[in-house]
């Protein structure tokens, strides 16, 4: 079965700073592992997505995740956090191949706030 | 191109009554799934449909139920309304991208139930 946990349910960051967000995964066959992130009162804008092209993988609005198997984590990180990236983020895992792919199993999710 | 839309974005609905959200894909799009988003429980997984057949589904009573139409367009449907349905449906399209499905999420439909 798979799983995700998400360390933290909040974090807190001074706006300029490093933003970690935390993710670990459990999964009996090759992942495939996403990060979302939701505004209030919206859905789930993708983020980025790992599919094993490579472990360190760039997305949008600057953001970055490293997977490391060993560690079975998808970190997500950004150098410099804006006050517009305050939002909930969440982790997600999906079993690829041709029966599982259309379901993705989220973490509880985390909640970044930045300080001004 | 357009992204996914719901409809309607919010609903009120009283305990015992049945209710029906639909979901619109991006153009192009054949496969649609459907998440139930609360509080307490957070994310999860109620079905995806793959050209108009049902290929997953998640641990929720019968009570809820899908169909996906020859368009792609798909609507999902919840009887005998209890107080625990209340939550954000939101709905996903998805292509196939390097072995798996990147999803995409609509705004969501909020529904309350009293």
């Known amino acids: 079965a798979q799983s995700v946990t998400q360390l933290g349910s909040h974090v807190s960051v001074s706006e300029g700073a490093l933003v970690l967000l935390r993710c670990n995964y459990s999964?009996?066959?090759?992942?495939?592992l996403f990060w979302y992130v939701q505004y209030p009162n919206q859905g789930l804008q993708l983020l980025l997505k790992y599919t094993s092209a490579a472990t360190l993988v760039k997305g949008i609005n600057g953001f970055e995740a490293e997977f490391k198997k060993s560690e079975t984590s998808f970190h997500l990180t950004k150098p410099s956090a804006h006050m517009s990236d305050a939002a909930e983020y969440f982790c997600a895992v999906s079993g690829g191949g041709s029966s599982n792919t259309g379901k993705l199993i989220f973490g509880q999710g985390t909640t970044l706030q930045v300080k001004p | 191109k357009a992204g996914v839309t719901q409809t309607p974005r919010y609903l009120i609905k009283t305990r015992g009554q049945q209710v029906t959200l639909s979901c619109s894909p991006i153009?192009?799009?054949?496969?649609v799934s459907w998440y139930q988003q609360t509080p307490g429980q957070g994310l999860q997984f109620l079905f995806e449909?793959?050209?108009?057949?049902?290929?997953n589904k998640g641990n929720f009573p019968g009570r809820f139920s899908g169909r996906q139409f020859s368009n792609s367009r798909s609507e999902m449907n919840v009887s005998t309304l209890e107080l625990g349905d209340s939550a954000l449906y939101l709905c996903a399209s998805s292509f196939r991208d390097r072995g798996t499905d990147t999803q995409y999420f609509g705004p969501g439909t909020r529904l309350t139930v009293l």
């Open positions: 449909y793959f050209s108009e057949t049902q290929r």
């Open positions: 999964s009996s066959v090759p992942p495939y």
């Open positions: 153009s192009g799009h054949r496969s």
